[in-house]
């Protein structure tokens, strides 16, 4: 049996979820993913106000390359406002890429993960295929 180390498992890219409440927060979440676009070659890729796939609130998605990911994480756990983040790698589990290969900032947020397929799951970065 093959053991999954960090050099077998493929990884292609990263989602950063950042979670809001449409009524409350959906101008803060506006302004993070405003600055993060600006500093950082990331998709700002849509602010999503109802619930959807694995994700029970809305939150807007970030869609970025593995060399962006030492200067992204960093400059969210700075700059979030307050807001709870979910940073996801995007491997061939989406299960997995949700829940034991996840990194939070803020509060986790219960994910719907039964949604979710065991193979890739996810939007990859721009140029990038599986
Ligand atoms: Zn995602």
């Known amino acids: 049996m093959i053991e999954k180390t960090t050099q077998s498992v ?12 449409p009524t409350k927060t959906r101008a803060v979440a506006e302004r993070v993913c405003a ?23 809305s939150n807007a998605l970030i869609i970025f390359k593995p060399d962006q990911f030492e200067h992204v994480v960093p400059y969210l756990m700075l700059n979030r406002e307050g807001l709870d983040v979910l940073v996801h790698p995007l491997t061939t589990d989406a299960v ?6 996840a ?20 939007q ?7």
Do not use: M
């Not at 990859?124 to 599986?130: E, I, R, W």
């Open 10 to 21: 493929t990884n292609l890219g990263y989602h950063a979820h950042i979670y809001y409440d």
């Open 35 to 57: 600055a993060l676009g600006d500093k950082f070659p990331v998709e700002i890729e849509e602010f999503r106000d109802t619930p959807r796939g694995p994700h029970p609130i």
């Open 124 to 130: 990859l970065p721009s140029g990038v295929s599986a």
């Open 96 to 101: 997995e890429d949700h829940s034991s290969y």
């Open 103 to 122: 990194i939070w900032l803020g509060n986790p947020v219960e994910l719907k993960l039964h949604t979710l397929p065991r193979g890739r799951g996810g």
